[in-house]
């Protein structure tokens, strides 16, 4: 059956034919692809087409697909049950794979998803303080809960929404919103400030020196606590995270994507002292049946073990080298670009070639370089010619460790012709 035969299967029994709203053609137009396998760095579809992926599951994978470590790890723990609702070593292994890289963090507690880790964070920091407010920055995405789904990056971006139907005033009563890389003046009703360290839901946007260290200081000023989101940076930018690479130390951290190998996971932690505070014994409640499942954290120790600081230094190399010549690409066939960069992490800009534009700082300045409505017809050019781009102007681009240099040479060509096509009709 084709893409458009299983889409309308899926549309007919899933609200818009996803799971989740990223996934969906409706910032760029058509029908997406339907994935029945992985390997690497391409995936295929039903129609037997295979792309050179790059959208790795929003980060979720590093390695690239189907991994045969990461296979073999998983396939090892499921002969042993999948789940018991009990202590499990596997969740101490990899709670301790991640304390040890992370320098600052001592404990994690696991949950299923990335939103469960910043919605748990959160409300452990509401708890601590005993304050009730929070602030999150214009753009950023943290997940799904209620309270963090204003001015939120990513799919809510993509979709043109202010935030989400469904979430009663009360729920975000209590959110300030404040713009990305201007350090805010907080008051001592301010339970956490939430932050991505490195932005890479509005496209991305680099921290300007000093926003993080002043975010730190102003925390410190007034008792807030200081919560790095480091769903998609964490274990991504380096063996330490975004706090390791920019030396600031956050009160607590979120993680999900890398953590999980591809299987659902998410963790929060923090310092010991700090994550007393939760049930069982403090009196912050926090629970999951599948938390700490054993698949997920064999899948997840495989990956975190299985990746040096040299294998990092490698991809960061490839993908900084890749997203320079990208943008060379991309502007030699006649439209402009701004290719950034923060560790493997490439945001991708494009407007006319007289803009005169320069790399956002801002959700509003990534907005208005989106606006200028060539994504969707870039992203259809790449994907005719085999490179899946994300189908939305907000998402970064994921090189995994198994993007060799042959595929990207590939990416960097298709760019310039997917640019030229597109300058073409301007
Ligand atoms: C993806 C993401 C989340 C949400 O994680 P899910 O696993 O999708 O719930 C939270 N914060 C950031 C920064 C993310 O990129």
Redesign the pocket.
Known sequence: MTNAGWFARAEAVIPGGVD?PVRSFRSVGGTPYTVVSGSGATVTDVEGTEYLDFVQS??ASLLGHAHPRVIAAITEAATKGTTFGAPTPGEVLLAEAIVERVPGLEQVRFVS??????MSAVRLARGATGRSRILKFDG?????ADHLLVAGG?GVAELGLPGSAGVPAGAIGDTLVAPYNVVPELDESVACVLV?PVA??MNLVRPVDGFLEGLRAECDRVGALLIF?E??TGFRVGVGGAAEMTGVTPDLW?F??VIGGGLPV?AFGGSAKLLETLAPAGPVYQAGTLSGNPLATAAGLAVLTGVTAEDYAGLIGRAEDFGKRLCQAIRSGGLWSCVPSTGPLLGLYLAPPDAGRSAPSNYLESRAIAESGLYPAFFHEMLSRGVALAPGAYEVLFVSMAHTSDHLDRAVEAAAEASAAVAATL
Do not use: F, L, P
Request: glycine residues 20%; negative net charge; hydrophobic residues 20%.
């Open positions: 989740s929003y980060g998803s990335g939103t469960e880790a910043v950023c995405y943290h997940g799904h990513s991505e890479a839901n989101d769903v998609i979120c999900g994507k998410g």
